[in-house]
DNA sequence: TAAATATTCAATTGATCAATTGAATATTTA
DNA sequence: TAAATATTCAATTGATCAATTGAATATTTA
């Protein structure tokens, strides 16, 4: 192999690990999952993820770094975010390719539904039809503020904490689905265990918005999330 | 957050980033992208990547442990290739997503045009708008054994050390499209500089046969490379 | 201007990973 | 069966990375 094609093959695999690199830690990988849902602020990501404002940040640094994220300053806040839909689309991607083929990932996803009664989920082609006819009730149940940011066309939002004094406002006799972040992500099985006891009809859609809109890309009911005000704001 | 959720996600994220430690090496990298071409050896795969077999091998028990290949042992040889063509599909689409937001890789793809004269690319969609027109000729310039385990439908295949002696089989008057490996490969550049000094028309695609495939399902010139021997019996 | 707050930076430490080396193992052939 | 060959394994070493700690920096407010 020529020595030229050598250097120019190594400096490219080197770019493309840059990549990889950013990808190769549980944490980072659950921050982009979180940035999934618009931009936050970094206090708040560290206190989605458990983790220290500090550790938090370098972990930032490190998807700066690759270009997986972008931030904004406003005021004495940093606010992240998910660099463009082609970052989102990869990581779904990196999702679904490892549920099919990590046989320990199948099993994790398995014990959601082995470790809970009667959780039951909604594929999202038939969720499609299903609100085409307006006989389904689709409610989003994170935080007010990822609502905001981005959701599901249709969707209701009621945050996991409000779900029990809002169950008056739901239909009895229609059935509920409820979503939340996405594969990763156990606030739609709470809601479906909390609807289901009381005795509502209730299935789980485990698909992000970001799945949403790369699979439905002619709604356009998501609008750019730097203008908005996260949470942190009082 | 309940201590139920932070395991299953700690749980799930460790799991996802066994496919990000993977290709977090440059190296690694390397290794898939000869695999896109289908199975080989450990020593063809050593020689391609200027690696020692020990190390090639260690780096390939990474890629089996997150089961992103697989091999079948073949009297004292191992056949590695890529497990499926999810997999295939994900290292496109982190090349496409790197190309798109690291600007030092752009950098080094756009250096292998202004180091060469003349060298002009053709996109996929027109390369088969121009084939169904019957007016254009395509070679596939990657080793023989490569072509035969798969390629782009309607391509003749010029091993590039080969090509000089094929020159008077090619039609002057008629636009020559060359490929290879794809984006990270320049044996497809090296055929067009070839061509070109002689006289032809010649223009790089770049695309490699498993983003053709992507993209053109319904085309399906692939066979499974399993049966197939491969450039080391001899 | 000082105090409060959010974030980044830098140093440290422990953990993890890549390349090398050479022994061990498996397969084939004469 | 011994020799040749392909590959893996295990140990070692040096390089790289993640988490913690606390100082430094930037922003805002009274």
Redesign the interface.
Same mark, same amino acid.
């Given at each position: 192999?020529e020595k030229e094609?050598?250097v120019?093959? *190594?400096?490219?695999? @080197? +770019?493309?690990?840059?990549?990889?690199? @950013?990808? !190769? !830690?549980?944490?980072r990988?659950?921050i982009l999952d979180i940035l999934m849902q618009g931009s936050k602020t970094v206090e708040t990501i560290a206190r989605?993820t *458990?983790m220290s404002v500090a550790n938090t940040s370098q972990h930032l640094q490190t998807l700066l770094e690759?270009?997986?994220v972008e931030y904004e300053k406003r005021g004495v806040y940093s606010y992240y975010k998910l @660099? *463009?839909r082609?970052?989102a689309?990869?990581i779904i !991607? $990196? +999702?679904?390719?490892?549920e099919?083929?990590?046989t320990?990932?199948q099993k $994790?996803?398995e014990e959601?539904y082995t470790n809970r009664d009667n959780i039951e989920q909604i594929k999202m082609s038939e969720l499609i039809v299903r609100m085409k006819k307006g006989n389904v009730t689709l409610i989003d149940v994170r935080p007010k503020e990822e609502y905001e940011m981005m959701h599901i066309p249709g969707a209701n939002s009621i945050p996991i904490e409000d779900l029990e004094k809002h169950l008056a406002t739901l239909p009895i006799n229609q059935e509920i689905v409820a979503y939340c972040r996405g594969r990763?992500?156990?606030l739609s099985v709470e809601a479906v265990e909390i609807l289901r006891a009381h005795g509502f009809k209730a299935v789980r859609l485990e698909a992000s918005v970001q799945e949403w809109l790369s699979q439905n890309d002619e709604y356009s009911n998501v609008h750019d999330c730097c203008n908005k005000k996260n949470s942190n704001i009082s």
């Open positions: 192999m094609t050598r120019f093959k *190594d400096n490219v695999y @080197a +770019q493309l690990a840059r990549i990889g690199k @950013a990808i !190769s !830690s549980p944490r990988l659950e989605e *458990d690759s270009r997986l @660099a *463009d082609t970052v689309n990869f !991607s $990196l +999702q679904l390719l490892a099919k083929r990590i320990e990932l $994790l996803r959601i990763c992500c156990l």
